[in-house]
């Protein structure tokens, strides 16, 4: 049995980062050169764990699924006038 003891590990190296965008398009690019097989990643809420550039660039997320959900059940008075339908599903779209 491994001890659970981590007296000899910092903080620091225990947490578990967000990766940033430009390291998944360059992975993907590498692993596409490569001819490696490519599969489409979706983390859901991801966005909630970055840090926003304040560039004033426009950011928009889609929200669908369990997410969309629960923002227009716990809101609808904001998020329902921003629901659309999509191929039968609702998607949830915001500017941050």
Known sequence: MIPLNNQYITNDLTIS?????KAT???GVLEAKQQSNIIKA???NAFVQTDIDQSGEKIIIKMRGELEDILVEVSPEIYSHYVVDE????????IL
């Open 17 to 21: 980062p967000t990766v940033s965008n």
């Open 25 to 27: 398009i360059v992975t």
């Open 42 to 44: 979706d983390i859901p």
């Open 87 to 94: 191929n039968s599903h609702n998607v949830l779209y915001l």
